[in-house]
């Protein structure tokens, strides 16, 4: 006999599932978005491409806000020019002139150190001091970086990873702003806020595109498709999934699941582009890995977020 307790428990259970499939769907799609977003720089400049990318994908963000009857009016004007100066101009921007010297894989790893950047910004920033555990996963992480950097050994690369990491600073930036936000505002649609952000970021970047010189844009099949599939796939739709997760799921093990990308953009960069890392990338990339599965156990202890739920890539 069916109970109405039983019944709650598998509808819960079905619940969950469909959840993390919505996960593993949006981080397969922003994983192996580092493969596609290393081999579109061949046919345009980093900053046309970037300003494709967050133009269209304001634009559909804002047609999925009308969509989902979601509130349109901008609120906060100052802090949402500074987030999109982090979320898209530094961290976008960054993150794509890091991937047109640097392997996909490596920028990957480096830019998804941003859980580390927030645990050590919200000391001075937000008067959350580091404890237990964090520690660890601190120590982890800078091992990895130095282990990646390799600063004995400066290559080429050298200046394409410093820009990952700052990626991954202004990102960690972004969530903390981002918080300060959420506690001053707790009423704002995460979905307006993330359409308006990126709009206002895309500003500079827009501007940008006339100002430095950069080869004609070769308008390839490849291209068009990978101007979709950033736009439409990775922004609006991943963005859907998301949301959809995160209200079924503890944000701490939404953004754990989520820590799956930077592992597919390595995989896929391994793959496609054979960009095969030497055995101290390798040890570096899971000491990084280690460190913020620590980082994302934790918060879920906490029942806090890790990165409260901004753009990711």
Known sequence: MVTANNYKVVMHKNITIKAFIALFVLTVFWGYNWVVMKNALQYVGVFQFVALRTVIGAMSLFAVVMLLRKP????????????????????????????????????????????????????????????????????????????????????????????????????????????????????????????????????????ATFIIPAPAIQWTYYLIGAVVYNALICNALAWLLWLYALQRLQAGMASMASMLAPVIGVLAAWIELHEIPDAGELIGMLLIALSLVIISLVSIKKHTPVDSAMGQD
């Open 72 to 207: 349109f009016r901008i609120q906060h004007i100052r802090t949402l020019i500074l987030l999109g100066m982090l979320q898209t101009s530094g961290f976008t921007g960054l993150l794509m002139w890091a991937l047109v010297e640097g392997g996909a894989g490596k920028t990957a790893v480096l830019t998804y150190t941003m859980p580390f950047w927030v645990m050590l910004l919200a000391w001075p920033l937000l008067g959350e001091r580091l404890q237990g555990w964090q520690w660890l996963a601190a120590i982890l992480s800078v091992m990895g970086m130095l282990l990646i950097l390799d600063p004995l050994h400066l290559g080429a690369d050298q200046f394409s990873m410093l820009l990952a990491m700052l990626s991954g600073v202004s990102w960690a930036l972004a969530v903390i702003v981002a918080k300060k936000l959420h506690k001053k505002a707790p009423e704002l649609d995460l979905l307006t806020l993330t359409a308006w952000q990126m709009l206002l970021g895309s500003i500079p970047i827009v501007i």
